[in-house]
């Protein structure tokens, strides 16, 4: 009887517990690491199912792992498919059959690296369904669920180790052979005239694998299958030296082993990025770009081609003056579902095919991602100031909540309120950007303020989550965001100023927003910092070498000479086609330079830091302004993290990271420092011609 009553009294006080509210506190690193990263939304062939991914923290082994869940449409079932503990599972997708879920993973098969493996919908373990030789980037299902696309560079070191045994001694390295014009990529590393990543046919009955097209050294990606399983479309660089050039098209080839490709766009820049087929089978939808030159401050207008190739694309989006993404076709094919980046948001839109009439169809603050559409459901990620991503239905124009990862642990949090910020920079131009305010924060009080700038350029600062905002909130700071010229969401003009003239418009934009929040009252001017990341290190270099006002700075993957950096990264095309050749215009090379050759105007204690394998902006950067600094007495620190690209991925780093940034900024601009140790005592205004 006594274990019965026991246990009819807990659960008669679990409703009770579930309505006490838990203490709330803000945000700390230790919460850093609970939270969970929604992923990959994927639509079942019926409509009825969405596999998405979820990553989470191992602190334990120092590294993150992602799986497979599902949720049923209607949001009543959400369940984890895979558990990998050791491997992580990713890029779910569904048979068309509906027999198989299908995720990459690299875990323990019959070949060694990313297969992809399947799990079979009446039950059972997950199982190999690839053994590829080689690095695979991407597969997609044909529509009779018998054949797969993979995209993958061949290894043929791995199939020589393969073939030699177990017992054979590794073979010692080799020289890496380089005779290509761009030759280093972040993460892929060096890339040698066998580095390109081509389309495969595998056979799923008898697993022979066969080359799609008759193509070599050309990279080929993003391919479709044709609604008929007839054709593939994809997206290539067939230039003479593709290297040389980013003049990528949409292709079509007959879903046959050597096969003949046939191109389908002609604009001699970007045409590609996500592409999708009409339900008859006739039309292809892509993404244009700018024009070449303008690469890096792109804007991607949506359009269509005939499949057939019958008639030129047709651009529907010209008149928006905003980048699109991730189109896809509704049933009926009269119109394209896209994701419009605009001003601080990015929502789902529908893109009239005839007209080109674009309809907003979510009308709130928030970020868009990751959408999906099969059988007439749309899923995709939505993100707000005080909710992490989560996987959302559309339902015509109103988001419906399907998963809830993240919402308990919200619930304990504190949260800084984040709102906007207008302001007026020295030539008239209005810049928009965000402020947010510690959690407890009074009216009327000036807070220290983190200045902290998005990288890019080309991206933007957002009505999204940001652990980034909410931990130095929590920790006593207004975080200021700026989308400086140069950003996306404003429009092509908005974006292109900035080309081959670095470091001028945007430290003017910032600068004119942290007078606005000064004059707003939001932000003390005696105790203001500057950080960022990427361009953000950049322009962190950038505003430090303009002004002195700032008492303390963290450039992260910054640069402060151009020069330093040729041949160097991986941005070889922007150089020779922005700035032009180091011994063409060495003048231009020098003025963008100002950091480095003016670093006698910086008198701001800087940190700097960078990942050691960063090939996107190389820590020789960081190293080259950290030693100047140095020269010159200014007190600073360089930090290298081993292992680490240019977007960090060990937790224990990230988490150094956030402390070495607290610690920095708290010693300078807070003044938590030993009385022996003084900030510099130089507060004239530098006034450096760009």
Request: aromatic fraction near 10%; charged fraction near 20%; hydrophobic fraction near 35%.
């Amino acid at each position: 009887m006594i274990p019965t009553i026991l246990f009819a009294l807990t659960m008669s006080a679990l409703p009770l517990l579930a309505q006490t509210k838990p203490a709330t506190h803000t945000m700390t690193l230790d919460d850093l690491f609970r939270f969970q990263q929604v992923g990959s939304p994927q639509v079942s062939p019926k409509g009825n199912w969405v596999a998405y991914t979820v990553s989470t923290v191992d602190a334990t082994a120092d590294k993150n792992t992602t799986d497979i869940w599902e949720v049923s449409w209607d949001g009543k079932q959400d369940r984890q498919m895979t558990y990998s503990y050791e491997h992580s599972s990713s890029n779910p997708q569904w048979s068309p059959d509906g027999k198989y879920l299908s995720f990459v993973s690299d875990r323990s098969g019959k070949a060694k690296g990313s297969q992809v493996w399947v799990l079979d919908r009446l039950g059972g373990e997950a199982h190999p369904f690839t053994d590829v030789k080689g690095h695979l980037s991407a597969y997609a299902w044909s529509p009779d669920s018998k054949k797969l696309v993979l995209a993958f560079w061949p290894d043929e070191d791995a199939e020589k180790n393969s073939k030699a045994g177990k017992d054979k001694k590794a073979e010692k390295p080799k020289p890496i052979v380089i005779d290509r014009y761009h030759f280093k990529q972040d993460i892929q590393g060096y890339l040698t005239d066998k580095s390109y990543t081509q389309l495969w046919l595998w056979d799923v009955a008898t697993h022979k694998l066969e080359k799609l097209t008759t193509d070599t050294k050309v990279n080929e990606s993003n391919a479709v299958w044709s609604p008929d399983g007839s054709r593939i479309a994809f997206v290539s660089n067939h230039d003479t030296d593709p290297d040389r050039t980013i003049n990528t098209d949409v292709f079509v080839v007959a879903a046959k082993p050597g096969s003949s490709a046939r191109k389908l766009t002609t604009f001699p820049g970007e045409d590609g990025g996500h592409i999708a087929w009409s339900p008859d089978g006739k039309s292809i939808a892509f993404l244009e770009g700018s024009e070449p030159k303008y690469w890096e401050y792109s804007e991607n207008t949506l359009g269509i081609v005939a499949a057939d190739g019958s008639a030129p694309p047709k651009l529907l989006t010209t008149k928006l003056d905003r980048a699109v993404s991730s189109p896809s076709f509704t049933p009926d094919g009269k119109s394209i579902t896209v994701l419009v980046e605009d001003d601080r948001n990015q929502y789902p839109a529908s893109v009239d095919v005839s007209t080109g009439a674009v309809k907003r169809l979510v009308d709130l603050p928030g970020v868009a991602r990751g959408s999906n559409a099969k059988a007439g459901h749309t899923a995709l990620l939505w993100s707000t100031d005080s909710k992490a991503d989560e996987v959302y239905a559309l339902d015509g124009n109103t988001l419906r909540k399907l998963t809830h990862h993240n919402d308990a642990l919200l619930a304990e949090l504190k949260l800084g309120a984040t709102r906007d910020v207008n302001a007026t920079s020295k030539d008239g131009t209005h810049v928009h950007g965000l402020i947010t305010l510690p959690p407890d924060a009074v009216a009327g009080k000036a807070y220290p303020t983190l200045l902290f700038i998005h990288g890019g350029p080309d991206a933007q600062d957002a009505h999204s989550f940001s652990t980034l905002r909410q931990l130095f909130a929590a920790h006593g700071y207004a975080v200021l965001n700026v989308n400086y010229r140069g950003s996306a969401g404003r429009g092509r003009a908005y974006q292109q100023i900035i080309f081959a003239d670095w470091g001028h418009y945007e430290v003017e934009d910032l600068l004119a927003s942290v007078d606005q929040v000064v004059k707003d009252g939001l932000s003390d001017p005696d105790k203001l910092a500057v950080g960022g990341w990427s361009y953000g290190g950049i322009l962190t270099d950038y505003t430090i070498a303009s002004t002195t006002r700032f008492k303390a700075a963290s450039s992260g993957a910054g640069m402060g000479n151009p020069a330093g950096l040729y041949g160097v990264d991986q941005y070889i095309f922007q150089y020779d086609n922005e700035l032009q050749p180091p011994w063409k215009a060495p003048q231009e090379y020098i003025k963008l330079g100002y950091p480095f050759f003016h670093a006698n105007r910086i008198h701001t204690p800087t940190l700097f830091m960078g990942g050691s394998k960063d090939f996107n902006v190389p820590v020789v950067a960081g190293e080259q302004m950290y030693q100047a600094l140095r020269s010159l007495n200014v007190p600073t620190e360089l930090i290298i993290y081993p292992g680490q690209f240019h977007g960090f991925t060990r937790p224990s780093f990230i988490r150094d990271r956030y402390q070495r940034w607290f610690n920095w900024y708290d010693k300078w601009v807070l003044g938590k420092i030993d009385a022996a140790v003084k900030p510099p005592q130089n507060t004239q205004q530098a006034n450096p011609t760009h």
